[in-house]
């Protein structure tokens, strides 16, 4: 994951890189959500899995060996979203697999979700990273995650697992070489030819604060804030919830935690609710003064709480 970052940072606006890897037994989490309410810490500890939190938003997977993870980063000329998309769905269906994109950020075979997808972008350099389920243990994220049911029930369901598949049910025996080299051929059908970069001629002292960052438990932990008041609530495009600290009857202290797509909505709530008086009146006209409608939509259900 640091690595991944390291190249959101060092990519040209001309370049187009297609990254891989993969993470022994981690739960990673989106960058706006809160470990302490979304994970159960303690059982992870107790089976070494690790905790990482991306630099996107969206909420938690479970990576282990049967999960190879990409990552397509680069300059906003050659970035689109849907021919990356479209070429991992190329390569899908070479191996005989038929397949397809639905809603927001999910593809999917025979209706079960085999890869999630979030973005984020720095100056003119955008980055789309995803998950690919080839053989992936599905039921172990269930054992360290504390999910919200509301979640599950705007989804229509009633259990993660049934909403997931590996690939390797429709080709059994399908492993990761296999997929990596139907993605290649697939980026090189889509892209042209390519140079294949070997990361171990990568500048280690470049790429190690990025590490660090990573392995720091203030990225990934966070802290659990003290706080007077909290306000939650689920929205079709995800969960909300403020921590609040109050003084003379202002927002002294904020923090927003959120498994939205857009990774930037917590901080933009937090700077926008921070000062303001407290009550519903003021603090839903401060989120009305955005341009996004998710703001919006938490400005009518604060409104509506008469605080």
């Not at 990761?176 to 051929?185: H, P, T, V």
């Amino acid at each position: 994951m640091g690595v991944d970052e390291y190249f959101l940072d060092h990519i040209g606006e001309d370049d187009m890189l297609l990254y891989f890897y993969v993470n022994r037994n981690a739960v990673i989490i989106g960058r706006g959500q809160n470990p302490w309410a979304e994970c159960n810490l303690s059982a992870m500890e107790r089976d070494g899995v690790q905790l990482v939190r991306r630099i996107t938003g969206g909420g938690a997977v479970f990576h282990d060996e049967g999960n190879l993870n990409f990552s397509f980063i680069a300059g906003e000329k050659r970035y689109d979203p849907q021919r990356q998309l479209g070429m991992i769905l190329d390569a899908v269906r070479a191996l005989g697999i038929p397949c397809e994109f639905s809603g927001r950020n999910d593809l999917l075979a025979d209706g079960r979700k085999f890869s999630g997808n979030a973005f984020c972008s720095r100056g003119c350099v955008r980055q789309h990273h995803g998950t690919l389920l080839i053989d992936a243990d599905l039921t172990r994220l269930q054992n360290y995650l504390n999910v919200d049911p509301r979640k599950l029930q705007a989804k229509g369901a009633k259990s993660v697992r049934s909403r997931v598949c590996n690939l390797s049910q429709f080709v059994p025996g399908l492993t990761r070489d296999q997929m990596l080299e139907a993605l290649k051929l697939a980026f090189g059908e889509t892209y042209g030819p390519y140079i294949e970069l070997q990361t171990d001629n990568l500048d280690e002292a470049a790429i190690a604060p990025y590490v660090e960052k990573q392995r720091s438990e203030e990225w990934r932990l966070g802290k659990t804030p003290r706080f007077d008041l909290e306000i939650e609530n689920r929205f079709p495009w995800g969960n909300v919830q403020l921590l609040m600290t109050l003084r003379q009857s202002r927002v002294d202290e904020i923090s927003v935690y959120s498994d939205a797509m857009d990774a930037d909505l917590a901080d933009e709530i937090r700077s926008r609710l921070l000062g303001v008086a407290f009550g519903s009146a003021p603090l839903a006209a401060a989120l009305r003064a955005s341009e996004k409608e998710q703001l919006h939509q938490l400005a009518d259900f604060i409104a509506a709480q008469n605080l």
